[in-house]
């Protein structure tokens, strides 16, 4: 009795670590769901494309440029953000292509409607220069475009290798404000010929993985605008001629501001926790064995009672 003990207790000790490490492999194995609320599609330039993947929006060292396209139309009528969580994985090592800026990303606006076929050399200078935020991280020690205008990347953005892009549109403005990183980079004005079309990305030399794309619109304005609109004072009137003095009443207090309402999150890409039920099955295997085992020790030690009652 004593050895079969042993041999359970030495087969439970070598199976459970087991079973631990398979399920922490499985874990690991799963890449995390690519998080956006909106359709992606590639459009393809002089034969090079993005990959639309389960994880997100990936395209690697290209020697030109690539373009993903979102369903999302703008026309600025409407305020918004566009938000992006971006890995980039590597860059081409070459001088030449750095210094002259083929290396870059852009995140803008104002992709044409099209079949793939539509993006030519001049649609592709406006959303380098003018849709909206063009970084080229090893042209002249890092510089980044917005509105046509180049300027120096701050010291935090020269070697980042992940980016946290957010556009943000202020439609009682007409007014689109960029940031990387939590760093304001700059502003420009909505220009219908420039920036209504669709939200896109454009790249080159890189090898990227976009893991979010998340778009939230603000039909009632931005919570900054929203709160602008009601702290602002109103104008009084001004009589024409001088009336007397108005008579001294109670004071009443003033009503107290109300707070502007939640704004629903987006959707779209969030994991579930009911996704993957099915499990790992080495686990369930290893766990069955374990159960074998112990139902045919309990069987053992049932037949071995019951043997001994019988020699009484």
Sequence with gaps: MKRITTIFLSLLLVLLPVAAFAQNESDAAAPAAFETNLKWESITYEGNDFEIRSDGLYTDQKTNTVFARSDKYVDGTVSFTMEYEVDILSVVN????????????TFGLGLPE??????NDSVKGVLFYRSGVTIMPKTREGTYVIA????GLPEELLDATHLSVEIEYEASKELLTYKVNGVELDADYFE?????????IETAWTEMLVTKAVYTEYPDGLPSEQKKATVEPQPTEVPDEPTDAPEVTEAVPAETEQPASDVPAATGG???SGDNKSGNPALWIILSVVAVIVIALIIILLLKKKKGAGRK
């Design 270 to 272: 969030e994991k579930k």
């Design 94 to 105: 070459n001088a030449y292509v750095q210094e002259e800026g083929w290396l870059y990303y």
């Design 114 to 119: 099209g079949d793939g076929s539509t993006i």
């Design 148 to 151: 046509n205008t180049e300027s």
């Design 192 to 200: 219908p010929e420039v920036h209504e079309g669709f939200i896109g």
